[in-house]
T-cell receptor, first 114, second 113 residues
């Protein structure tokens, strides 16, 4: 499967734990975006990264959330000290270039906080 | 400010009916891109179409067609002869200078047999 790969597909955490969501972009794509989708809502932009750089993190909460896209390996979205309100589907998308290029989405990670 | 408005929260039609999903956007950029994505019940997001702001030609792909009108800032999506498999949530999205996409709230389409 040459598409965007996200894992895990489902993640359950207790309040206060850390959640790590992984995203491997499509082959040849160097632009990665993370979005959050709350139940019955649309997708909300969180962060835009290129290799080793955060380009735009204006949609990311200032505390507990961080993202990286290292030179080697997948992009990671990390949520520390999770709370119930973090329960959502987190989608990663990748594109060949910046704006205007279609973003291809992974299947998402469904995060549930107990 | 809301960038992309999909006023129809839910639409229900009977198979073989035509249905139009509305999308109105807001931007000050002269160069921008518009997208439609489909999210079936399985949850993944499927890219349907991209349009740049300089191309107002309507597009048809099988039973799908899109009507882009800059004068009304609209990018509407029509499904002709709808089928049960078209049941999904459809999102319209706008990409401006920064590159990230702003999504509308989505329209849930239910096609009944």
């Amino acid at each position: 499967n040459a598409g965007v790969m996200q894992n895990p597909r489902h993640l359950v955490r207790r309040r206060g734990q850390e959640a790590r969501l992984r995203c491997s972009p499509m082959k040849g794509h160097s632009h990665v975006y993370w979005y959050r989708q709350l139940p019955e809502e649309g997708l909300k932009f969180m962060v835009y990264l290129q290799k080793e750089n955060i380009i735009d993190e204006s949609g990311m909460p200032k505390e507990r959330f961080s993202a990286e896209f290292p030179k080697e390996g997948p992009s990671i979205l990390r949520i520390q000290q999770v709370v119930r309100g973090d329960s959502a589907a987190y989608f990663c998308a990748s594109s060949h270039g910046d704006r205007g290029w279609p973003q291809h989405f992974g299947d998402g990670t469904r995060l549930s906080i107990l | 400010a809301q960038k992309v408005t999909q006023a129809q929260t839910e639409i229900s039609v009977v198979e073989k009916e035509d249905v139009t999903l509305d999308c109105v956007y807001e931007t000050r950029d002269t160069t921008y891109y518009l997208f439609w994505y489909k999210q079936p019940p399985s949850g993944e997001l499927v890219f349907l179409i991209r349009r740049n702001s300089f191309d107002e030609q309507n597009e048809i792909s099988g039973r799908y067609s899109w009507n882009f009108q800059k004068s009304t800032s609209s990018f509407n999506f029509t499904i002709t002869a709808s089928q049960v498999v078209d049941s999904a949530v459809y999102f319209c999205a706008l990409s401006e200078a920064r590159g990230d996409m702003r999504f509308g709230a989505g329209t849930r389409l239910t096609v009944k047999p």
